[in-house]
């Protein structure tokens, strides 16, 4: 079985600050998701990751692939309230279309 | 339709009682997947529909929940004498999963049944 884990579970900072979630896993993933969530509602996928060492940005988001293609960072600059929300990896497998989630980053950016 | 849409938003039945979870997957889409979260965390994969393939229904925790997808593309997440263990949040996906396997698949989620057995 592949498991993710995503540290730190609760991450809670003040508007402007930066900070950066980490996945890891020792099995390695075909891809690697990342999803907000807030509540209420379904994940909402933020990027896709699937060549090692890939890095990704989207806006003030930047998304790392470890070499390995088993760990992945999500870094958000300059924090902001509307970034407050349920951060969550998941891995994709090599066979199959399953992902397999890690536990989440609950994130909140304090005005 | 718009998105991935699932009834009833909520839910709350008794113990021992069986309920029946709705999901309508985004038109086109093949592939549908069920997960299950409890409060504040991940994702635990349940079940996954492919067109025409046999399910993968390795991720069912117990020989009482069960699924189906009629015609490709509705599908009912069935759980049969509930227990308490089961309240969580039932989040069905879909995709469009041209190619079996492929792992750039994205999966565009409902807003989940929220499943409170007392």
């Known amino acids: 079985t592949q498991l993710l884990e995503q540290s730190p579970q609760f991450l809670s900072i003040q508007e402007g600050e930066n900070l950066t979630v980490y996945c890891n896993s020792s099995?390695?993933?075909?891809?690697l998701q990342w999803y907000r969530q807030e509540p209420g509602e379904g994940p909402v996928l933020l990027v896709t990751?699937?060549?090692?060492?890939e890095v990704k940005k989207l806006k003030r988001l930047t998304f790392q692939f470890g070499d390995a293609r088993k760990d992945s960072s999500l870094h958000i600059t300059a924090a902001q309230p509307g970034d407050t929300g349920l951060y969550l990896c998941?891995?994709?497998?090599?066979?199959?279309?399953?992902?397999?989630f890690g536990e989440g980053t609950q994130l909140t950016v304090n005005p | 339709g718009a998105g991935v849409s699932q009834s009833p938003s909520n839910k709350v039945t008794e113990k021992g009682k069986d309920v029946e979870l709705r999901c309508d997957p985004i038109?086109?889409?093949?592939?549908l997947y069920w997960y299950r979260q409890s409060l504040g965390q991940g994702l635990e994969f349940l079940i996954y529909f492919q067109g025409n393939s046999a399910p993968d229904k390795s991720g069912l925790p117990s020989d009482r929940f069960s699924a189906e997808r009629t015609g490709g593309s509705v599908s009912t997440l069935t759980i049969q004498r509930t227990q308490q263990e089961d309240s969580a949040v039932y989040l069905c996906?879909?995709?469009?999963?041209?190619?079996?396997?492929?792992?750039?698949?994205?999966?565009?989620f409902g807003p989940g049944t929220r499943l409170t057995v007392l």
């Open positions: 998941a891995g994709g497998e090599t066979s199959g279309s399953r992902l397999t």
């Open positions: 990751v699937v060549t090692g060492g």
């Open positions: 038109s086109g889409h093949t592939a």
């Open positions: 996906a879909s995709s469009l999963a041209v190619v079996r396997g492929s792992s750039t698949d994205t999966q565009y």
């Open positions: 099995s390695v993933f075909s891809s």
